[in-house]
């Protein structure tokens, strides 16, 4: 295992709501050039529909050189194409090398990874939720300085009552 998950969750980018891995990384993890790997794309065509692989426009290129400055100095003719998980996948059958499908395999874990991360975090929102609740109820139940102190910090936030003059006498609604 040369590559590890860590650098290869590092340069996976979300890009049209689609998490990613640009040709410039896939080739250097590949070991071949960036010219190669795509003139392989493009003998196979067919295999990379536009879920599977796109290229950048002009704006998505320049928001992600502007905030990755291994970016910065990369100067090529044509955009660069992101590939999505399926698309990455698709590679392996299209480089079909030793090289490709070690690589292969460990983006693949990588994307397995930040999924289950994702999947995982919905949970611990609802879990610090619950957490508040119950500390809510803990403060309600045990401790009333710290609920007199909600309450004045409360009255506090409300917006003062509004007033009318009558004369120069003034009543509260």
């Keep these: 295992m040369a590559t590890d998950l860590i650098p290869i969750q590092s340069i996976i980018y979300e890009i049209r709501g689609h998490r990613v891995m640009l040709d410039s990384d896939l080739a250097k993890l590949y070991e071949i050039e960036i010219k190669r790997l795509n003139e392989s794309v493009r003998r196979n065509i067919k295999r990379f529909p536009s879920d599977f692989m796109f290229q950048l426009d002009n704006e998505e290129w320049k928001n992600l050189r502007s905030q990755i400055a291994t970016f910065k100095s990369d100067i090529r003719k044509f955009k660069p194409y992101a590939?999505?998980?399926?698309?990455?996948?698709?590679?392996?059958?299209?480089?079909?090398?030793?090289?490709?499908?070690?690589?292969?395999i460990q983006i693949m874990r990588a994307f397995v990874k930040m999924r289950q991360y994702a999947l995982e975090q919905t949970d611990t929102n609802e879990q610090i939720a619950e957490l508040r609740k119950l500390l809510m109820l803990y403060i309600d139940k045990n401790d009333e300085r710290v609920n007199e102190i909600i309450i004045v910090l409360n009255n506090l936030i409300e917006q003062p009552k509004k007033t009318r003059q009558i004369g120069f006498i003034q009543y509260e609604d």
């Design 83 to 104: 590939f999505t998980e399926q698309g990455v996948a698709m590679l392996s059958s299209v480089l079909n090398s030793d090289k490709a499908i070690e690589v292969n």
